[in-house]
């Protein structure tokens, strides 16, 4: 209902846009915190509650999520506490994937790889929506594969493709981005698995830091930090110099068409530094998300900028795409610049809407994380039709 009162508020523009947005905003938390703190009173009460639970780490902040097929989706800081800390979380992607396997026994969406000069990206459906990636270094037969949550679909491909698995790139450690690590280094006994060890990935062996490089055959890939959705989230560059064609970014839950990922473990001004660090790369730069997200992201885009023509063309490329069950990646940062609304803080469009009013200092940059963490809120309320 929200979402449905926030369209029709942006229909409009200026000052009372900002201000009935700010208001629904604001009665959007003060509600959810009515009602944590009526469960929580109702939870102590209750004779079956025998203790306090641990307090949580004040690093990750509480984000409410409406319910769906991302573990992520489902609760707020004690369920991400447990998905991310203990073994309950890795039997939960257990099940995920028992369940995705048995619902698309080819993968929730058709892939298209790219092939360059001597070199092949090859998406890899998995999960509900997510995606793993093969980079092939198609003379030398070596392949590097990032954030391979679905071994055995990995490792399905790798035959395919006749290649040799040398490396496993990580973006950050939740369950549905390195759940595949242990099974295929274990299989292929001279892989290696990057990653930040500030995110405890599992099975790590190379820890990467800022700028770091990985090179296989004659892949050039550099590791960038974008903390945010976690505290070490790392996004893989391939660089196109060497085979003459684009790069490509991997951008695991930090970037994806039309969307961001949510801020887990830190704040926007952390977020808002990370997708700058993305917005410093060329327009020809090739995006490869981490999930199937694009539908409902050009949707909520919809609603916080509706007359923005780069959007609904967009959509309807997407609309099409997803009648037929095919892949909407790669997009290009040159695109994602006209109707991603989490690239475009710096918009006067978007500031006139959403904007804080502006602070005695005139810090544009305060201002772009405080409209950034504004959409994030929105954007938790807002579903897809």
């Given at each position: 209902?929200?979402?449905v009162v926030a369209a029709t508020a942006l229909k409009g523009r200026g000052a009372r846009n900002a201000r009935v947005l700010r208001g629904i905003l604001s009665g959007?938390?003060?509600?959810?915190?009515?009602?944590?703190?009526?469960?929580?009173?109702?939870?102590?009460?209750?004779?079956?509650?025998?203790?306090?639970?641990?307090?949580?780490?004040?690093?990750?902040?509480?984000?409410?999520?409406?319910?769906?097929?991302?573990?992520?989706?489902?609760?707020?800081?004690?369920?991400?506490?447990?998905?991310?800390?203990?073994?309950?979380?890795?039997?939960?992607?257990?099940?995920?994937?028992?369940?995705?396997?048995?619902?698309?026994?080819?993968?929730?969406?058709?892939?298209?790889?790219?092939?360059?000069?001597?070199?092949?990206?090859?998406?890899?459906?998995?999960?509900?929506?997510?995606?793993?990636?093969?980079?092939?270094?198609?003379?030398?037969?070596?392949?590097?594969?990032?954030?391979?949550?679905?071994?055995?679909?990995?490792?399905?491909s790798i035959e395919k493709e006749g290649v040799n698995l040398v490396a496993i790139?990580?973006?950050?450690?939740?369950?549905?981005?390195?759940?595949?690590?242990?099974?295929?280094?274990?299989?292929?006994?001279?892989?290696?698995?990057?990653?930040?060890?500030?995110?405890?990935?599992?099975?790590?062996?190379?820890?990467?830091?800022?700028?770091?490089?990985?090179?296989?055959?004659?892949?050039?890939?550099?590791?960038?930090?974008?903390?945010?959705?976690?505290?070490?989230?790392?996004?893989?560059?391939?660089?196109?110099?060497?085979?003459?064609?684009?790069?490509?970014?991997?951008?695991?839950?930090?970037?994806?068409?039309?969307?961001?990922?949510?801020?887990?473990?830190?704040?926007?001004?952390?977020?808002?530094?990370?997708?700058?660090?993305?917005?410093?790369?060329?327009?020809?730069?090739?995006?490869?998300?981490?999930?199937?997200?694009?539908?409902?992201?050009?949707?909520?885009?919809?609603?916080?900028?509706?007359?923005?023509?780069?959007?609904?063309?967009?959509?309807?490329?997407?609309?099409?795409?997803?009648?037929?069950?095919?892949?909407?990646?790669?997009?290009?940062?040159?695109?994602?610049?006209?109707?991603?609304?989490?690239?475009?803080?710096?918009?006067?469009?978007?500031?006139?809407?959403?904007?804080?009013?502006?602070?005695?200092?005139?810090?544009?940059?305060?201002?772009?994380?405080?409209?950034?963490?504004?959409?994030?809120?929105?954007?938790?309320?807002?579903?897809?039709?």
């Amino acid at each position: 209902m929200a979402a449905v009162v926030a369209a029709t508020a942006l229909k409009g523009r200026g000052a009372r846009n900002a201000r009935v947005l700010r208001g629904i905003l604001s009665g959007a938390t003060a509600n959810k915190a009515s009602q944590n703190r009526s469960r929580a009173l109702q939870s102590h009460s209750s004779p079956e509650c025998k203790e306090e639970p641990e307090p949580l780490s004040p690093e990750l902040e509480y984000i409410p999520r409406k319910r769906g097929k991302n573990p992520m989706k489902a609760v707020g800081l004690a369920w991400y506490s447990l998905y991310t800390r203990t073994w309950l979380g890795y039997l939960f992607y257990r099940q995920q994937l028992r369940r995705a396997r048995n619902r698309y026994p080819k993968g929730h969406s058709r892939t298209q790889p790219r092939l360059f000069n001597g070199v092949k990206v090859l998406p890899i459906p998995v999960l509900s929506d997510n995606y793993s990636y093969l980079i092939i270094d198609t003379q030398a037969r070596l392949a590097v594969a990032v954030d391979p949550s679905d071994p055995q679909a990995v490792q399905a491909s790798i035959e395919k493709e006749g290649v040799n698995l040398v490396a496993i790139l990580c973006t950050h450690k939740h369950w549905d981005h390195s759940g595949g690590n242990r099974d295929l280094s274990r299989r292929h006994q001279d892989c290696r698995v990057y990653g930040s060890p500030q995110d405890s990935i599992p099975y790590l062996t190379h820890p990467l830091c800022h700028q770091d490089v990985v090179s296989v055959g004659r892949l050039q890939i550099r590791a960038l930090a974008t903390p945010g959705h976690t505290q070490g989230h790392l996004v893989y560059l391939l660089d196109g110099e060497p085979y003459e064609g684009p790069s490509c970014l991997f951008s695991g839950d930090l970037l994806f068409l039309s969307g961001c990922g949510r801020t887990f473990e830190g704040t926007a001004e952390t977020m808002l530094s990370s997708l700058d660090t993305v917005l410093g790369l060329g327009d020809d730069t090739l995006l490869w998300p981490g999930h199937e997200y694009a539908e409902e992201n050009l949707g909520f885009a919809g609603v916080v900028e509706p007359e923005n023509l780069a959007r609904e063309r967009k959509m309807q490329w997407v609309q099409r795409q997803r009648m037929e069950r095919k892949s909407t990646c790669p997009s290009t940062l040159g695109e994602e610049r006209s109707y991603n609304p989490f690239l475009r803080t710096h918009c006067l469009v978007l500031q006139e809407a959403l904007g804080p009013s502006p602070g005695p200092t005139g810090d544009d940059g305060c201002s772009r994380a405080q409209l950034l963490e504004r959409l994030r809120q929105l954007k938790d309320l807002h579903k897809s039709k």
